[in-house]
């Protein structure tokens, strides 16, 4: 996968290097020449030292062949500008991290693909933490939000085959794994074994009473 990011924020550089470990193609555009040096230094990453909207740069960067163009910069009226100018040199996906709410229908009427605050995400982390301490990673997406949980000893769910934790309707068991071994359904649940549940933003409340049922200890 090609991805190209605009702005070396701590964001974007984050990004970058999670995207080169997992073996994408990564090229990522600032205009702070120290920053892409430092970049350049310590990954993979293929580096333009530019601005990001000009044309000719991302003309260069082949951002019309990237699977994602990302807007990572300071701020979202940088990150609007970007964007825009990305859709119009052909980003077929583009992406943005956008600070304030109220900015975010301006976002989606300038047609960008996805939207992500930062704020909002780091916020739902924690109050996952806090209230969902079994669930070990997330995603969240405009329907619906995707579950890791890891079994831990003293879990309710444990010793009950994976067919009598039945979920409510618009929750899904989607992998039961154990030891990197899909498990099928008639399989024992045992502490260390990884459960991937969807849940339809429709069902969160019946979702939550769900986890809650099965996976808190005592």
Known sequence: ????????????????????????????????????????????????????????????????????????????????????????????????????????????????????????????YIFRLITQPYVKDYLSFERGEIFEIEIERGMRCIGRSISEIVPPDGVKVLVAQREGKYLDESSKIQPKDWLTLIVNRESAKKGTEFMNRWFTKG
């Open 1 to 124: 996968m090609y991805v190209v990011i605009a702005g070396l924020s701590e964001i974007g550089k984050n990004l970058a290097g999670l995207l080169v470990q997992e073996g994408n193609e990564v090229l990522v555009i600032d205009r702070d020449p120290t920053k892409c040096a430092e970049v350049a230094d310590v990954s993979e990453c293929m580096v333009i030292a530019g601005d990001a909207s000009q044309k000719a740069i991302l003309e260069e960067a082949r951002v019309k062949n990237s699977h994602a163009f990302v807007a990572a910069a300071g701020d979202d009226s940088r990150n609007l500008m970007l964007c825009m100018v990305a859709k119009e040199v052909g980003a077929k996906t583009v992406i943005s991290l956008v600070d304030a709410e109220e900015h975010e229908e301006t976002f989606e009427q300038a047609g960008v693909t996805l939207q992500v605050n930062p704020q909002m995400v780091a916020a739902e």
